[in-house]
């Protein structure tokens, strides 16, 4: 079992910068990939980013490209997603999850951290 805790979510302004954060524990992730997915009202659950815990490769969303990064520290067992240049359609709440490398689904989740993005 893998647990993912995210924080960081928040009320910010459009053009503001926020990083969340997602602690994970349960297991050792070196053969994992760690993804960031949102949901806004109504919508679906669309994926953000993702990167693999051992190499650290990234691939982002079309949409969040230049502005987000996402990123892990090892000791600490954390991802984080870096977003800048936030915009009223970032508003959603913000997912962490995980895969195992060659498993095509994540099946483990965090909780959501909601963020508003809002003049």
């Known amino acids: 079992q893998v647990q993912l805790v995210e924080s960081g979510g928040g009320l910010v302004q459009p053009g503001d910068s926020l990083r969340l954060s997602c602690a994970a524990s349960?297991?050792?992730?070196?053969?994992?990939?760690m993804g960031w997915f949102r949901q806004a009202p109504g919508k679906e659950r669309d994926f953000v980013a993702h990167?693999?815990?051992?190499?650290?490769?990234?691939h982002y969303a079309d949409s969040v490209k230049a502005r987000f990064t996402i990123s892990r520290d090892n000791a600490n067992n954390t991802v984080y997603l870096q977003m800048n240049s936030l915009r009223s359609e970032d508003t959603a709440v913000y997912y962490c999850a995980a895969r195992r490398i060659g498993v095509q689904s994540y099946n483990y989740w965090g909780q959501g951290t909601q963020v508003t993005v809002s003049s």
């Open positions: 990167i693999t815990w051992s190499g650290g490769s990234t």
């Open positions: 349960g297991r050792t992730l070196t053969s994992y990939v």
